[in-house]
């Protein structure tokens, strides 16, 4: 091979059809070597290529004749001075930054960490890893995307499916064994019938960028199943790849993208930009930490160590000119490379921190809102982080949806029965108005969830009191104990017919709770089938059926009930509003958007939201009252819907309120299934049994030409609001929550 000085731009590996050019960021190497390998444990490299050109901090050259599938990786050469932050380390094979594919990730060996393990950092492993350290792979860019476009779902009609590409398609019926548990199952027709008669538009896949597991986790016979550890920001993760071929991978993945594509499905992301595979200073040397540590990640005053605001040991210092790049250059590629539709920032907040603090007004999110591919993306925040005031629920920038840590604790802590909570659940069911409206948000800021891959699952919170992760070998200390979980009267698996009856409500509770909250809702995985993880709230590490869903025993009538409720929100946009109740009457009526009833008929008052006891209450949303238009300008109207809560231990009758509010109910949903309420339409006045902890939906028709009244001579008695309430966009006076999201 010829080579040639190369371009300092694209960074990383690039294939013309005629040769590469390969580019790397240095800013304190004095020299670095490109190392092409003929096999992935090649026990030498094939050829060494010294960089000679350098412009300004980045080392390049160009290769005639190398092309797609050759492995390579770097040797960086520089001083070993940790107490000064610099690891340079020679002998020690790199894996490039910008890398579109790896291969050979897992094989751990004491000659991947850069001191002499079992001594302190301050030592030198002078071996060669070449033998066992993972590659790099050049690919060709070129894929056929025939006419694949974005879906372009509006976010208010979102519903995101949260899930793991291997867990969900590993034991799905009717897929070839060779490819389960890969981007080529995802895209298999069986699956994408399935999201498509569930009702999904959104796939959120756990990480795919390249992770590698965790060493100790290997030797103890476990792997870091979900991903959370990342190596690679352009490199798809070759464990969810059903071919051979190095780079393959790609292809495999843009495939599945398209095909999700054709059936009006996005695909977002789940992406770690917070930290490395690479861990503590006791953590190998893979990449980033020999290529220039100081570059790349938050050292501590002593340079020798890292600040960890992520408990992985450290973090990537998004203050950094080449790292923000790097983020951005990778968030860039997936959008425009890869046609992914969205991104979910695992702990966001870790990435707005400047010097210690969270910064709102970062460097981060300023790239991020002038960026024209990156800002017109969806993008989700995980918004905290470990470290001091990590907490930064509500305080993304416009632009930002959020992961809403307080509508899962407050749903769970109403569903099992606690009191002290009509206020908070108001807020939080109508979009937590008092979280996002202040800057100008919409209810789409707020993404909602009851359970996600952090977590029990639907089946377990319902089902167990407390974790059980023994199969994590941790002696059960690791996962949250803040679970806001109940058993319904037995821990775990049990053969009494009114303890399962109670549960399969309980989950039907949950789900109708948050399919027809205003906000997005997010879906776990397997919570529609009633999957269970046997009562593990961590299981990150259980790359086994404790993790993937088991398709042989699914719930097929809590499917249904699942679809029924999603297709209830898609086709009816009072469920979805773009913008937020007013609490006020509309225009030329005397209704308000939305109504909040007592038990009894009589309108929600600031005495009745401050019972502490109380666990039940009647919603009245108004079709008539959505306030907005559609692309012809047309006014958008729906039927009206009153909604029947009933967190409490026994039955409760509920009075319907006048005939205002709707001439004709029927009811669309029940979980209470009591035998003897099988009436299924109702007058105003009427009196709706609901049963023990249960829900229930009734719907009446808005006639077209309904007369309309002024509102000088609305007759409805209006609720009494705060001035508090009356800011936070219509939602009642909230009741003194001290609930946190967890990490």
Known sequence: MTVYPGNPYPLGSFWDGKGVNFALYSHNANGVELCLFDEAKGQHESRKVRLTERTHDIWHCYLEDCGPGQLYGFRVYGPYEPANGHRFNPAKVLLDPYAKAMCTIGDWDDTLFGYIVGQDDLSLDQRDNARVSPKSVVIDHNFDW???????????????????????????????????????ALAHPNVIAYLKKLGINAIELMPVHQPIAERHLVEKGLTNYWGY??????????????????????????????????????????????????????????????????????????????????????????????????????????VTEMHVDGFRFDLAAALARELSDVNRLSAFFSIIYQDPVISRVKLIAEPWDVGENGNQIGQFPPGWAEWNGKYRDCMRDYWRGADNLLGEFAQRFTGSSDLYSNDNRNPTASINFVTAHDGFTLHDLVSYNGKHNEANLEDNKDGSTDNRSWNCGAEGATDDKHIIELRGRQKKNFLATLLLSQGVPMLLAGDEMGHTQNGNNNAYCQDNNISWLDWDHPDQDLIEFTATLIQLRKSHPVFSRKHWFKGKPIRRSELNDIAWFQPD?????????????????????????????????????????????????????????????????????????????????????????????????????????????????????????TPAAASSAGAPPQAASTNTPKN
């Open 229 to 334: 550890n990342t190596i690679g920001f352009f490199a798809p993760a070759i464990g969810f790849y059903s071919g051979q071929e190095h780079g393959g991978q790609v292809k495999e993945f843009k495939t599945m993208v398209k095909q999700l594509h054709k059936a009006g499905i996005e695909v977002f992301l789940d992406v770690v930009y917070n930290h490395t595979a690479e861990g503590s200073e006791l953590g190998p040397t893979l990449a980033y930490r020999g290529i220039d540590n100081g570059e790349y990640y938050r050292l501590a005053e002593d340079k020798r160590y890292y600040y960890d605001y992520t408990g992985t040991g450290n973090t990537l210092n998004a203050r950094l000119p080449n790292v923000l790049a790097l983020i951005m250059d990778s968030l860039r590629y997936w």
């Open 146 to 184: 025939e006419d694949d476009k974005p879906p372009l779902v509006a976010y208010y009609n979102t519903v995101i499916y949260e899930t793991h590409v291997k867990g969900f398609t590993k034991c799905f019926p009717g897929i070839p064994d060779p490819i389960r548990g890969t981007y080529a």
């Open 601 to 721: 008929g009589a309108v929600m008052t600031d005495e009745n939201w401050n019972i502490g006891f109380a666990k039940s209450l009647g919603v009245f949303l108004y079709g008539n009252g959505l306030r907005t238009v559609d692309s012809e300008n047309k006014p958008i109207t729906d039927d009206s819907f009153y909604l029947i809560f009933n967190a409490h231990f026994g039955p409760i009758d509920f009075k319907l309120p006048g005939e205002e509010y709707g001439r004709k109910w029927k009811k669309v949903l029940d979980t209470s299934g009591l035998a003897a309420e099988r009436k299924q339409n109702y007058l105003p006045g009427d009196t709706v049994k609901a049963g023990e902890r249960s829900f229930i939906l009734l719907q009446a028709p808005v006639p077209a030409a309904r007369k309309q009244r002024s509102p000088a001579k609305a007759r409805n008695p209006q609720p009494a609001q």
